[in-house]
């Protein structure tokens, strides 16, 4: 099968590319570019493959963030790689087989399971190598989905972005570990930095939020589904009759009205109406971290990493963490962040309390080591240049094999 490729780019034209300068063409594949942490890093990726002097090519079926994409330099091809049907998969690795021959492709990144398979049959069939990048501890419950899951193992090399992912895949699929490169996500030190975020924008974002003063924030982002913890987080906080504060549940619901409605009911029997609200998606998270005395990630099942945590670390904000997934890997805990027992109400309640108890002198001890600690080993160029290293081994792997063989 022969499929005609074209992209539009940033500055409209179209067309193949040739990268004359020798560096690598690299090709990452997704589901698709809407918001989240995937499409987040791949975007990022992208750009320090360009800067590096390389090629980047990213292939999904759009979205929003693809012209963030485009002004990185790298290209958007469009395919429809957001399907699981079998019969497009199938379809969609001869339409990346043709990517990878008409852009001169030297190395197929996978973001995503559906798609990875695509590419894994596609890289195969050109001879390129195939890396992956495992996000989650993907669910194996359904028959088949250990099958289908296994695809994000099959990389020469396969990127995790915890230690906690790296012991799940090791574990699960066996992998032997001279393959697996722990590179964690990084987070944007120029978005999340406390000294950029004017005095504007959080008068702006408070009045947004019609927020009283002097009434310490709690904060909890997360889009609105429930395993982000909204539910415990709104019964820990019930118990806290004592104290003032207001917490506010910031994210998008992303369709899911129903769970929207159910924690506004929640929100009224637990008497919480003037403790308690859901503010809906924010466009200025660094904002919104400024504005907060205690940031939470509640979610009741583990995150392969967890980018609030690291987040709200790099604006020097206190976190509360359940203790499972990525996120305790990012805290120094009892310095930097607070940990309890996911599903312990009573615990994550004590820990807002003694969250929210901190003096001055103790929040600007916390956030210095905070700061430091995401600046040190959680940026988003650490992570950038751990993945392009990556990228260099597994080429270099590949170059010593041809000369071997022609040797």
Not at 51 to 56: D, E, K, P
Not at 172 to 189: E, K, S
Not at 362 to 367: G, T
Request: proline share 5%.
């Amino acid at each position: 099968m022969t499929v005609h490729v074209q992209t539009t780019h940033a500055d409209g034209s179209t067309g193949a590319i040739r990268n004359e300068s020798g560096r690598p063409v690299v090709l990452q594949v997704l589901p698709a570019l809407e918001t989240g942490g995937v499409e987040r890093g791949t975007v990022d990726i992208a750009g320090a493959i360009v800067q590096a002097g390389g090629t980047a090519l990213v292939a999904s079926a759009g979205g929003a963030m693809v012209h963030a994409l485009q002004r990185t330099g790298a290209r958007h091809i469009e395919l429809p790689l957001a399907s699981k049907n079998p019969i497009t998969l199938r379809r969609n690795a001869s339409r990346l087989a043709s990517v990878i021959e008409t852009f001169g492709v030297d190395l197929v990144h996978a973001r995503s399971r559906a798609p990875a398979w695509s590419a894994l049959w596609a890289a195969r069939r050109t001879g390129r190598p195939f890396v992956t990048t495992f996000h989650a501890p993907y669910a194996l419950n359904l028959p088949l989905k250990r099958l289908y899951n296994s695809v994000m193992a099959r990389g020469a090399r396969v990127i995790c972005i915890s230690d906690f992912v790296r012991q799940h895949v090791q574990r699960i699929y066996g992998i032997d570990p001279a393959r697996l490169r722990l590179v964690h996500r990084g987070v944007d030190l120029e978005v999340f930095d406390p000294a950029r975020v004017s005095p504007e924008r959080v008068i702006q974002l408070a009045q947004r939020w019609r927020l009283p003063d002097g009434v310490p924030v709690i904060l909890l982002p997360g889009r609105l589904t429930r395993w982000k913890g909204q539910i415990d987080l709104l019964r820990a906080a019930a118990k806290l009759t004592d104290l003032d504060f207001l917490l506010v549940l910031v994210g998008d619901d992303q369709g899911r009205a129903a769970y929207r409605e159910e924690l506004e009911q929640l929100v009224g029997r637990l008497n919480l109406d003037s403790k308690a609200m859901i503010a809906g998606p924010c466009n200025d998270m660094a904002a919104a971290y400024m504005l907060s005395d205690v940031v939470v990630s509640a979610s009741t099942d583990p995150e392969g990493f967890g980018r609030v945590v690291g987040e709200a670390q790099a604006m020097g904000r206190p976190v509360v963490a359940s203790d499972h997934g990525g996120a305790p890997e990012q805290l120094l805990v009892n310095e930097t962040g607070l940990v309890y027992p996911p599903g312990d109400l009573d615990a994550l309640a004590e820990a807002l309390r003694e969250a929210l108890a901190l003096d001055e002198t103790a929040r600007s001890a916390l956030a210095e080591r905070a700061i430091a600690r995401v600046r040190t080993h959680f940026s988003k160029d650490a992570m950038c240049n751990g993945t392009l290293a990556v990228y260099r081994e597994v080429l270099n792997d590949l170059e010593m094999q041809r000369i071997g063989t022609r040797g």
